[in-house]
C-alpha cells in the first residue's frame, strides 16, 4: 500500500498524485524505475541503485532532470517521514515531448514509499519453484516499467515466479537474478544478457571473498539435473532458494549449504550497504 509520494517537487499523499495523460508514460510505456527497500529505516545499496536508474533513463534517451545527490535526498527525507520499513520506486515517465535529436526532454520524476512486504519465512525454509519459458526480456541492461512478459506469462501459484530460458539458456527470472551451484561453482549470467543486479554484485563479492569459485555465463536447462543447489536474488527478497525448475526438482529438493552460508554472510555484511 502506497503511503507517501514525491511528485513535482513536493511530498503528497497517494491520492494527490496525478500523471496528465498526456504523459508518455501513459500513452505509450515510456518509463523506467528502481525498486529500493529499507533496513532498520534507511536505504539498502541506495547510490548503485540510483546509479543504474540514470543509466536505464540515459539508455532510453530520457534526460533526468535531477542528479543522484538531489535524488538521494529525496529518498531521505521520505523515509524520514514514515516510522516503518519501505519499498521506495523512483520513476522518471516519458513526459510530454519526444525530440527526435534529444529524446524524450520533459520526463517526470516521481517516488512512491510504501509498505515493504517480505516473502514468508517459509519461503526461505523450504524454497520456491521457478517456471521456465522460452522467451527473454527486452534490453535487459535497462530496468524499464514494462513488465507485460512477467505479468502475462506468470504462473498463478504464489510460491512460484517465471525463469526467462530462451534457446534453453537460462539468463534471469522476471524480478530477480538467478544462479546455480554445479559441481561446487557458482554459476550466474553475465552482464551481457542480465540487468546488473545491486543484490547479484553483492552475492559475486561474498562468494569471492569466501573463496567460491564463480563462473559468469548462461546456466542450461540441460544442466539442472546436475545442479546441487540454485536460488535467486533481489533488493526485497535478498537470496531466495529455488528448490524447482519446473519439474526438475534441484539437487535433494532442500535448501542447500552454499546458499545458507550466503545467506548468512549477506545478513552480516547488510549495514555496510546501507546509507
Not at 524454497?127 to 527486452?138: N, V, W
Not at 538467478?178 to 552475492?203: E, I, M, S, W, Y
Request: aromatic share 8%; charged share 25%; with cysteine.
Amino acid at each position: 500500500m502506497i503511503k507517501l509520494c514525491y511528485l513535482d517537487g513536493a511530498f503528497v499523499s497517494p491520492e494527490e498524485a496525478r500523471l496528465p495523460v498526456s504523459d508518455l508514460m501513459i500513452q505509450r510505456g515510456i518509463g523506467v524505475f528502481e525498486s529500493i527497500s529499507t533496513y532498520d529505516r534507511r536505504a539498502l545499496m541506495l547510490t548503485p541503485h540510483l546509479e543504474r536508474f540514470l543509466f536505464s533513463a540515459k539508455s532510453s534517451y530520457i534526460a533526468s532532470p535531477l542528479g543522484i545527490a538531489e535524488m538521494r535526498e529525496v529518498v531521505r527525507e521520505g523515509i524520514s517521514k514514515l516510522d516503518c520499513e519501505l519499498l521506495i520506486k523512483t520513476y522518471l515517465s516519458g513526459g510530454d515531448e519526444f525530440n527526435r535529436v534529444r529524446g524524450f526532454t520533459e520526463p517526470r520524476f516521481f517516488v512512491t514509499f510504501e509498505d515493504l512486504e517480505l516473502p514468508p519465512r517459509e519461503f526461505y525454509e523450504q524454497g520456491i519453484r521457478l517456471e521456465p519459458i522460452d522467451d527473454y526480456r527486452e534490453d535487459p541492461a535497462i530496468k524499464s516499467i514494462d513488465y507485460r512478459k512477467a505479468y502475462a506469462l506468470a504462473p498463478h501459484d504464489e510460491h512460484t515466479e517465471i525463469l526467462y530460458c530462451p534457446e534453453g539458456e537460462i539468463t534471469e527470472s522476471a524480478h530477480s537474478s538467478f544462479f546455480v551451484v554445479l559441481n561446487d561453482v557458482l554459476v550466474t549470467a553475465p552482464l551481457t544478457r542480465v540487468l546488473k543486479g545491486t543484490t547479484r554484485q553483492a552475492v559475486l563479492d561474498l562468494a569471492h571473498g569466501d573463496g567460491i569459485e564463480v563462473e559468469e555465463r548462461c546456466p542450461l536447462l540441460s544442466e539442472l539435473p546436475q545442479c546441487s543447489e540454485a536460488f535467486i536474488t533481489g533488493s526485497i527478497k535478498k537470496i531466495l532458494p529455488v528448490v524447482r525448475v519446473g519439474s526438475q526438482i534441484i539437487g535433494d529438493g532442500l535448501v542447500g549449504a552454499m546458499t545458507k552460508k550466503l545467506s548468512e554472510a549477506y545478513i552480516e555484511h547488510i549495514r555496510e550497504w546501507l546509507e
